[in-house]
């Protein structure tokens, strides 16, 4: 007995030696202008009768606490951040479908306010999804700093800690608990993704409330750190989504007129413009996404820092890359072909940002970071990974470049071909950007996430999908979008 | 003596087997007989189903697998034979970019025996049990479906037919299986199908069975055959609305076909083979037709009975 007690005991002092961000309340806002913008209300004090009767029903909860309810508390104890980043993932990919065409070979478009139809609302292709996943992690890092700035305010201890016939069902920490970091996330997360993808609203829904009663049967928070932090999260939520509404993606679908002044533009600089290879030809994805509002860059900055021009259609280097794509498919080994489908990360799935999202979770996990601080790393990650959207696709409607297969039409690929212009390559400017703010953030992982974005970018010209100059380039610009974002978090409080 | 290769959605769910003395006939070699051959299949859709909605699509077009298989039946006695084939694989498509796949794809091997014979006046009765196994020969990915050259998942599988064949020739088979199927790797890390996410490059196989009926007429090393059969699998999510199949997808589907062998005159060893089959019913496949040509030869080993 007595070594493994004190091997517990030993696990215990690791676990408090963790800190518990109590200056969070001080870090750099991103779209809140200070953690006290919405107000929340001093809590009873602990010998209230109000909190001590609340404190009564939750040992009558936990008395009665049920084989569901017990999974549902192991579920969430890996981390409401990471667990909301892995239902994010999900509804990325599952919405993650191009529209069917129509029988005149028309392409309908989704269309939020009937979010059930044929094609489901939204079609979360890459674009849309690193924006979603930036917006949701920033609503739930925006809330936790906001929350932190009270629980530290109001030092109102976890129910296990103030009556010691509730137990702790997960290991207790000194954070204080009101409001509810659980319940902050739960609001946070349901009114955001109620915004970015209304048709799972239900499930949305029954999943913040399984959050929130596993936090109150854990012990951690009781109904009234809960219901604070409940609305909490769900005001500074609808701050963040304000921002959203007037961000430029209801525009960046363009129309008929813009598509054609897209082509009609590079074909008068002497390049052969880009047409989409499906058949019935698509109308380009998003193709004003590049003037979609960033995070840490400003539109200017991202017209400032936009990628040098490609090789002419009509000049030796691209003669040269696009040689270099064919011998390349015509040659493919089995494990190269392993590269590209490991990378493809096409419909159906997360998309490149919810790869880096899944490339960045053990990293997360493992630091044993409070949820302030975990939703810091991944609201850098994904403002980094939106920024990079927004800085790829200005590049790629700058030039609209076509891609192998068009000017090349014995080009076979092996993974999916994108229906938007080439240069510069989206996996490779994701990659680059979200491997330089990790190495930041994890400076012990630089060396998996560099080889990782090098795999990811090479992946697209195994694929047959990329020149060499789009991948180059494209990383190049990954690089330097991500070097706003650092700058921010050298500086933000939280560094 | 069916011919198997179908949809390439569906390829490597059945056992495939296009060999003389096919898995699943009632037909029996004899003993120290050696059927060996050579065959082609030509499968064609332009039509599949997504799920239950059947559809064209612009970036397929004609989706065309072809199939060059060798095989062999051996009669260990008159009870009880062994069979082996192998294909290799092409596929391509006539629109769109993707990039057809080729390779090897997986070896059957098959234990054949007859457990019941029973003659009477005007013909006879006879049960046969097979066991069968299928695993991929060579490193191909399950994971660029339609233009997979297989599942690349290994299979086994217990069959029972039931083969009734009257004194002029007349016969008529019912055979039925039940295949377990190891699940698969893929290149990457996760993936999504039937409604969920997996943190994995382990995708879980539905196991699956099918069924089928054929009459016909035998006399010789004469075979002509007319057949129906059905594929269900048990489990698996449907092809959403314009995504690409997944290799775990539901892949059922009935088809119909016709099967003849005719022996070269006063070369009776020698026989030339063709069929022809049509998927009628789908889900998450393609509307195969497909046509096979082939040609076997009958070895005679010293020390069999006449």
Known sequence: MR??????CSGLLVKAAVPNDADAGAWQMIVLTSPTQVAVAAPAAVNDPAYLAELTNLKTAQSQITPRQRAAIAYWSKGGAIRWNEIMMELVSRYNLPPAP??????PAPDASNPFADPNFPFANPPYAARAYAYASVAQYEALKAAWHYK???????????DSGVQALRPSSDVPAYPSEDAVMSGAATAMLQLLFPASVEEIARKAAEQREAALLSGRASASDIAAGLALGTAVANLVINRARTDGMGAAGGNATIWRQLADQTTARGEIAWVSLESPPRPPMLPLFGRVMPWMMTGAEIVAERAVPPPSTSSPEMARDLAEVRETAANLTRRQLAIALKWSDGAGTPTPPGRWNYIAQPYIENAWFTEVRAARAYALLNMSLHDSAVACWDAKFAYFNPRPSQLDRSIRTSIGLPNF???VSGHSTFSSAAASVLAHLFPAGAGAFGAAMEEAAISRLYGAIHYRADIEVGKALGARVASYTIRFAQSDGGQ | MRQHVTAAFAMAVFPLAVAGQTIDDGIMMGRRLLCAGYMYSNDQWSRYWEGSLERTNGNIGTLTTESHQIFGIYGVTDRLNVIAHLPHVRTGASAGVMAGQRGWQDATFAVKYKFFDTRFERGSIRAIAVAQASTPVSNYTPDVLPFSIGLASRRIGARGTIHYRDRKGWFLNG?????WRDGVSLDRPLFYTDGRLTFSDRVAMPNAVDYSVSTGYIRG??????MWGEQRVLGGGDIRRQDMPFVSNRMDFGRVGAWAKIPIPRHDELSIVGGYSRVVTGRNVGQSTVLTVGVMYLFKFPGRRS
């Open chain 2, 175 to 179: 055979t039925s299986a039940y295949t």
């Open chain 1, 3 to 8: 070594p493994l007690f004190l091997l517990l």
């Open chain 1, 421 to 423: 212009p080439s240069y």
């Open chain 1, 152 to 162: 530290f305010l109001y030092n109102r201890p976890m129910p296990s800690k103030a």
């Open chain 2, 221 to 226: 090393e004469l075979v002509l055959s007319a």
């Open chain 1, 102 to 107: 129509r029988t005149d070979d028309s392409y």
